[in-house]
């Protein structure tokens, strides 16, 4: 897989994650097994705000053929991909998520997956 269309597809995972966590809030609580709450679904929206540059970040240097300025984006997404990850568990291993989580944790590993392999290669 192209650079090119890792971020262009790491984008387009930013604006729906950022557009599902600022229009249904609750839904994400309801997939990770949290308890509802306006505090929970107030920090959802917050935290989807978060997604949006990101996914201008890639989007708009998707195209960017400098060899730096693509190692800078695929360590960036790793470490981003798999810290998330880590903490995704480590909630569920804490019980304070529910299995739903494993969604979310096995499409950040996925990716995480794409972005060492074209690590290796850049």
């Not at 597809?9 to 509802?36: E, H, K, M, Q, R």
């Not at 695929?74 to 798999?82: D, P, R, Y």
């Not at 909630?91 to 972005?115: C, D, K, M, N, S």
């Amino acid at each position: 897989m192209s650079n090119t269309l890792l971020f262009r597809l790491s984008a387009y995972l930013f604006f729906a994650l950022c557009a599902g966590l600022l229009l249904a809030p609750g839904l994400f609580g309801t997939i990770f097994g949290l308890d509802p709450s306006t505090g929970a679904e107030v920090m959802a929206r917050r935290a989807g705000l978060l997604f949006a540059p990101l996914g201008l970040l890639y989007l708009q240097l998707a195209d960017m053929d400098h060899p730096k300025v693509q190692r800078v984006l695929l360590t960036a997404g790793l470490v981003f991909l798999i810290t998330i990850a880590m903490l995704g568990l480590t909630e569920w291993a804490l019980g304070r998520v529910g299995p739903g989580i494993l969604v979310a944790v096995i499409t950040e590993t996925l990716f995480a997956a794409l972005y060492l392999k074209a690590l290796r290669h850049a």
